[in-house]
């Protein structure tokens, strides 16, 4: 029976440990990011992969940092066959990466070279790109740098939000890599040389990236909005609070403006001028140290004071 070491943490990653645990891999050890303080109270909370871990049964591993902790020795003497990670959050050692028969993989939700990186999935869909994907590949020491090995596509729909996408993708990842490591431990399977002529990078997102930028198009605004939904949220301010902006869509109509400006209220919209004469209609937000409401509701409540011509930045 094949013996491996599993490395994951996020949701994205959940279905594809169930799956290795389901057809029968001898999984050693999980190992995964350690436990976070979540939400105002900060509760210290597991990530998504160690809670399917401990109801599997499977033994967790939680280092601060791999590379000369107890843990990567711990890994290293259990001597797995293989080691599959999926969004798992930090750079292997070099001594991780040649240890397993038959190497290491990575589960990549993008369609390499395009996307290096922690964050593909958001960047894909702020970029407004028509099309994804995920790759199993070879891990080198370079950050998503090794082999391909396989690779599959799907289309980004117009709707789709980050949250979705992630969906989406962790099927197709489990997928992929189901019908792929038959091929890996029968050494049987293809391994592409990624063309570093195409490479792009996916880092993580940044606190700069969240906020709107007015002067864009609102297309380009709704891409922005949708790839940071549900996290981290794209973020303006209003009278200089903070305002996360989680839904909307771009208007039909031309307006001419300064950026910024909230040009019309809806009984159900803010619109708000963008860059080419366009605008942004706002559906749903969260104003600073409020909940997230629809902006009837905003506009209803404490948001009645928003007239048009006041300016988000």
Same mark, same amino acid.
């Given at each position: ?206 606190? $700069?990236?969240?906020?709107?930028? @007015?002067?864009? /198009? #609102? %297309?380009?605004? +709704?891409?922005?909005?949708? =790839? ?12 200089? $609070?903070?305002?996360?902006?989680? @839904?909307?869509? /771009? #208007? %039909?109509?031309? +307006?001419?403006?300064?950026? =910024? ?53």
């Amino acid at each position: 029976m094949t013996s491996l070491v599993f490395m994951g943490t996020p949701d994205f990653s959940v279905p594809i440990l169930t799956m290795l645990y389901e057809e029968g891999y001898s999984i050693l050890a999980v190992v995964t990011q350690p436990d976070r303080p979540v939400g105002r109270k900060k509760l210290l909370t597991p990530t998504p992969v160690k809670k399917e871990a401990l109801r599997l049964g499977l033994p967790v591993l939680q280092p601060q940092k791999l590379k000369g902790s107890q843990q990567l020795d711990e890994i290293l003497s259990l001597n797995p066959d293989i080691i599959i990670t999926a969004a798992f959050g930090q750079i292997l050692p070099k001594e991780l990466l040649d240890s397993p028969k038959y190497g290491c993989l990575n589960v990549h939700a993008s369609l390499l070279p395009a996307y290096r990186g922690g964050a593909p999935i958001h960047q894909a869909i702020m970029d407004g790109q028509l099309q994804t994907g995920v790759t199993i590949m070879y891990m080198a020491q370079k950050l998503d740098a090794g082999d391909i090995i396989s690779q599959k596509a799907i289309a980004i729909e117009v709707s789709d939000t980050t949250g979705i996408l992630f969906e989406k993708l962790s099927v197709v990842g489990c997928d992929l890599l189901k019908s792929t490591l038959p091929t890996i431990l029968s050494e049987s399977n293809e391994r592409t040389v990624q063309d570093e002529s195409l490479v792009t990078f996916a880092r993580n997102i940044s606190r $700069e990236q969240e906020r709107i930028n @007015w002067n864009e /198009p #609102s %297309q380009d605004i +709704y891409n922005k909005v949708r =790839g940071l939904n549900p996290w981290p949220v794209a973020y303006t301010t209003l009278k200089q $609070e903070a305002v996360k902006v989680w @839904w909307g869509k /771009p #208007s %039909q109509q031309s +307006y001419s403006q300064p950026v =910024g400006t909230v040009v019309e209220l809806q009984v159900d919209r803010i619109v708000v001028q963008t860059g080419n004469e366009q605008a942004f209609e706002i559906t749903e937000l969260q104003p600073a140290g409020k909940k997230k409401m629809s902006a009837e509701e905003f506009l209803r409540g404490t948001g009645s004071k928003l007239q048009i011509g006041d300016q988000f930045q």
